[in-house]
């Protein structure tokens, strides 16, 4: 057995240990319980659970199969239906909105079929960037999927469980609430398992079983959502492992930072570790903002052969790379250019620990980092000696007007400010924004390995709604012209909610990054230009009311935009249209198209 196999295996038995845990903490409640009489229906149930968890918006398109269950949702008090304008969009939403409510779950509600098909996409990106999101279906009664009769959104030949197949490549776990006697505890197995392992599930909910009434006690009893206990024998053997490597390493340590790092919820553990350790730190793109970029032991972001040479320098000559949260994918690793051998690497993970070529499975980074900061606190005297590169990006001089990609990205550094969301589309913005220092608490937000264009558009709806759950400042969205028609009709729902994002639209008049790809004069790069300052007012915003639009096509004219304190304040949602040169682009995104033309070649037969 591989060793992921063998973490898989140890992950799932100790999922069941949670899970027998709860039902014994349920029963046990059960005979305490003053409401133990008390009933209330399964879709009620299902709202309850999602409100205790944190959640306050749940987002979707309504459909035949689940207007009643709405019905539960839009009655209570401490959750909104946002409504979105199609699942697709509305999965994103959902995805944005788990990013930036840190430790809670986003939600999408669709119809049967021809609803949870379209959001799938939406999942499927979820899954692949450790995203906790509950993709709840209404679905046809009980009794129909028994009689499986040629019902509306079906496939017309009886097969009523080609969805929920579909569902289990792309979700942790799956539940059909087809049993009222059961539906409470499955309802609380698949939510724990969301949070528990960052990841997406999928939720069947039968019509009539939304209605049907079940014992109310179980409410009581919180969901267990912490990770499990690591072995304490296995544990102490991988800290002293990890001991010894420090030493022979003689304080030659740094630590680089990844996206499972902000996914699995260890942001305090890490502060805590590189605070009292002293250890130079690093971050992975996707673990961008998993760290303060202020902090003066932070030597900016390492993605192999596209890193800034200080930093390349330094991460790959240190004696010993204490790794936390890694997510090797192409565009995180500079098309797998890390120059790091396995014998100098320590990897923490959520559910396993590697040490070297060892894997200790069941051993996560969340209970074993604060043993591990203890123990490496002693170094700090040695590591502070260790010189760190000042991550900086100083905004150019150039001798003319033209916004240049050089000159754009650290300018709007600039204008960010502590709490901010920054949202970077894939392609030309989140290689753009990596290289900006970002103020404190600000989050970045973009999905770099899953990398479905137009995914920023729903991601920033549901951003903004996480980012006054937790009380922080602007949400601003840099997208292309290209990616923005995807998803644009999210825009209106953002001016329905009276979000007031701002989005900067790069007008490149295409596909800049599938330019430096493949076919940099192709006409299939080419996309149709909008008129693009009049977009909000067509999707229901009016201009110079409630929204406001702009465009610049000089360094002048966005410098002193940037400079408006009211455009700053962000009192109403706007968008500001970037004229752009078509084949400019971003230094990282210039290297990291030329490694991947080189290793995914079309070559002709001869």
Known sequence: MSSTSTAQAVASLQSEVNRLRHELQTLKVDGESTIAGETLYVGQYLVERLVQLGVTKMFGVPGDFNLGFLDFVEDHPKIDWVGDCNELNASYAADGYARVNEGKIGVVLTTFGVGELSAMNGIAGAFSEHIPVLHLVGVPSTTQQKAKPMLHHTLGDGRYDAYYKASQQFTIAQGVLNNPDTAAAEIDRVLTECLVTARPVYLMLPTDIAYTRIPAKRLQTPLSIEPPENDPEVEEFVLDEIIELVEEAKNDTIILVDACAIRHGVKHELEELIN??????????????????????????????????????????????????????????????????????????????????????????????????????????????????????????EDNEIISHSWLWPRVGQFFKSKDIIVAETGTSSFGVLDIPLPNEAIFVSQILWGSIGWTVGATLGAAFGGLDRGLGRTILFVGDGSIQLTVQELSVMIRWGLKPIIFVLNNSGYTIERYLHGMHRKYNDISNWKWTKLLDTLGGEEGKNCKSYTVRTKQELSALLDDPAFARADTIQLVELIMEQHDAPRALKVQAELSGKTNRYVADA
């Open 276 to 397: 009292r350790t002293g250890f130079p730190v690093y971050s992975a793109p996707m673990g961008k903002s998993a760290v303060p970029e202020s902090y003066e032991r932070y030597g900016g972001i390492y993605v192999g052969s596209i890193s800034k040479p200080a930093a390349k320098e330094k991460v790959e000559s240190a004696k010993l790379i204490l790794s936390v949260g890694a997510l090797k994918s192409d565009f995180n690793t500079g098309n797998f250019t890390y120059h790091i051998p396995v014998t100098r690497t320590i990897e923490l993970h959520s559910d396993h620990t590697r040490v070297k070529h060892a894997t200790f499975p069941g051993i996560g980074m969340k209970r074993l980092l604060p043993k591990l900061t203890s123990r490496l606190q002693p170094f700090k005297d040695g590591a502070v000696q260790l010189s760190v590169p000042k991550f900086e990006l100083p905004v150019p001089k």
